[in-house]
């Protein structure tokens, strides 16, 4: 049985112990989904690709794909398992652009990590232009300027 002295150290040992534990631990610090998605509309599509003008994300992407095109803009977790990083988790904004035949684009615009938030370059995460028709299309977008050849090429395609 523990007196009140034991008790007091014990206890005192105990919030320590917690209290180092809470910093050694790797931070987690994540935005707002409002500040996410603005910070990947307003991200200059030549800081993603050097060969693109330097006009704002949304409206690069406007200008490239069909008229027709809705967009859904989400904060993400760039589609990737969660895990212990280093560096934290990358956080990403989604955008989901739905063609007019149905065909898409979904790209990821990382724009920072879990451990220091939004920060540092914009980077293409992992992106597509995907067709389910009669003929199944499927095309990597690794960077940018991708974007345009291949919603040319699944453009046409009957994507129902």
């Known amino acids: 049985m523990l007196d009140g002295r034991s008790h007091l150290a014990a206890l005192t ?3 320590v112990m917690l209290a180092i534990v809470a910093v050694a631990a790797p931070r987690r610090l994540l935005p707002a989904a ?9 991200t200059p599509a030549s800081e993603l690709d050097d060969t693109l003008p330097r006009v704002r994300l ?3 992407l406007r200008a490239t794909v069909p008229v027709g095109t809705t967009f859904a803009w989400t904060a993400s977790g760039c589609d990737l398992v969660p895990e212990e990083r280093p560096e934290g988790d990358p956080i990403c904004v989604e955008v989901l652009a739905r063609l007019p035949n149905h065909g898409y684009l979904k790209l990821h615009v990382v724009v920072g990590n879990t451990r220091r938030g939004i920060a540092g370059p914009k980077t293409i995460g992992p992106s597509f ?22 919603v040319k090429a699944v453009a046409n395609q009957s994507c129902r």
Request: aromatic letters at 6%; proline letters at 0%.
């Open 13 to 15: 040992a105990g919030v």
């Open 34 to 42: 409002r500040d996410i998605v603005a910070e990947g509309k307003r």
């Open 58 to 60: 949304d409206d690069w």
């Open 129 to 150: 232009v995907h067709c389910l028709g009669s003929v199944k299309e499927f095309h990597d977008v690794n960077v940018l300027s991708d974007v345009t050849s291949s």
